[in-house]
């Protein structure tokens, strides 16, 4: 009877010691490392991609005027808000250095924004900058992940490709209790933390005078916060148990269960 092993290796990749061969253990390596950035791209990419459209998505800018008052609050007209807030996303995509927005108040021509304002919407600007790199960056090695090892050279199975990519949803799943914790000693406390640790001191506003923080209050950025965690949260829970619910029967538990 032939003795049973578990070793797959190939004999021929070993050396006289049973030790793997260097090129074959720098491929296996490399093989690891590949895998690791795979999974990490996933919730890198899901975060990015979402606060991209999120920036540029005009709906969000006119949800930030009407539900919180800006009109009243800043005392210029809704029609020059959301022009304001146009000119703004474009500003986000262009080249220009320094945001210039013009804006009519109370029949005067004035910036919506003032110095302060505008250092620190250029601080913002280089920030999304940096972001958009690393959410093109994620999303492109994840195309090529699929397309190099699971389609052309088919190392791994669909089933092994679901496996990472539920590795990656439940890491997306662990940052999101991670940022619930840090924030349920209050919203207020954590935009602070958030703020010192990314920009420069310029990012503390006047509410009673100070267009940007009339026009996007704290309120709106909790409501905004809490919509991007509640999807991340959707999206993953189904793409970890998703594929261990197998009947009709179960699936409608399972979501009612997610919307209860």
């Given at each position: 009877?032939?003795?049973?092993?578990?070793?797959?290796?190939?004999?021929?990749?070993?050396?006289?010691?049973?030790?793997?061969?260097?090129?074959?253990?720098?491929?296996?390596?490399?093989?690891?490392?590949?895998?690791?950035?795979?999974?990490?791209?996933?919730?890198?990419?899901?975060?990015?991609?979402?606060?991209?459209?999120?920036?540029?998505?005009?709906?969000?800018?006119?949800?930030?005027?009407?539900?919180?008052?800006?009109?009243?609050?800043?005392?210029?007209?809704?029609?020059?808000?959301?022009?304001?807030?146009?000119?703004?996303?474009?500003?986000?995509?262009?080249?220009?250095?320094?945001?210039?927005?013009?804006?009519?108040?109370?029949?005067?021509?004035?910036?919506?924004?003032?110095?302060?304002?505008?250092?620190?919407?250029?601080?913002?600007?280089?920030?999304?900058?940096?972001?958009?790199?690393?959410?093109?960056?994620?999303?492109?090695?994840?195309?090529?992940?699929?397309?190099?090892?699971?389609?052309?050279?088919?190392?791994?199975?669909?089933?092994?490709?679901?496996?990472?990519?539920?590795?990656?949803?439940?890491?997306?799943?662990?940052?999101?209790?991670?940022?619930?914790?840090?924030?349920?000693?209050?919203?207020?406390?954590?935009?602070?933390?958030?703020?010192?640790?990314?920009?420069?001191?310029?990012?503390?506003?006047?509410?009673?005078?100070?267009?940007?923080?009339?026009?996007?209050?704290?309120?709106?950025?909790?409501s905004i916060v809490f919509f991007i965690g509640v999807f991340f949260a959707i999206v993953s829970i189904r793409q970890v148990?998703?594929?261990?619910?197998?009947?009709?029967?179960?699936?409608?538990?399972?979501?009612?269960?997610?919307?209860?």
């Amino acid at each position: 009877m032939s003795r049973r092993t578990y070793d797959t290796t190939n004999l021929a990749d070993r050396d006289v010691a049973g030790r793997l061969r260097p090129g074959r253990l720098i491929v296996g390596v490399f093989r690891i490392l590949a895998t690791l950035l795979f999974i990490l791209s996933i919730p890198t990419a899901f975060a990015t991609t979402t606060v991209r459209y999120v920036t540029n998505e005009q709906r969000v800018y006119r949800y930030a005027i009407d539900q919180y008052n800006g009109v009243a609050t800043t005392g210029i007209s809704r029609d020059e808000l959301l022009r304001g807030s146009a000119e703004l996303r474009q500003y986000f995509n262009d080249d220009q250095q320094t945001v210039r927005i013009r804006v009519t108040q109370q029949g005067k021509d004035v910036s919506l924004f003032n110095p302060r304002e505008t250092d620190h919407l250029k601080d913002v600007k280089s920030r999304l900058d940096i972001m958009n790199k690393v959410q093109e960056f994620s999303v492109l090695y994840l195309l090529i992940y699929v397309a190099a090892v699971v389609l052309w050279a088919r190392e791994i199975t669909l089933r092994q490709l679901s496996v990472r990519v539920m590795v990656g949803c439940l890491i997306t799943l662990l940052a999101i209790g991670g940022t619930a914790a840090f924030a349920s000693s209050g919203f207020d406390l954590a935009w602070v933390r958030f703020h010192e640790v990314l920009f420069s001191g310029n990012w503390r506003f006047n509410p009673a005078t100070d267009h940007l923080i009339q026009m996007f209050p704290p309120a709106f950025w909790q409501s905004i916060v809490f919509f991007i965690g509640v999807f991340f949260a959707i999206v993953s829970i189904r793409q970890v148990f998703g594929p261990c619910i197998e009947d009709q029967h179960h699936r409608a538990i399972f979501a009612s269960i997610i919307f209860l």
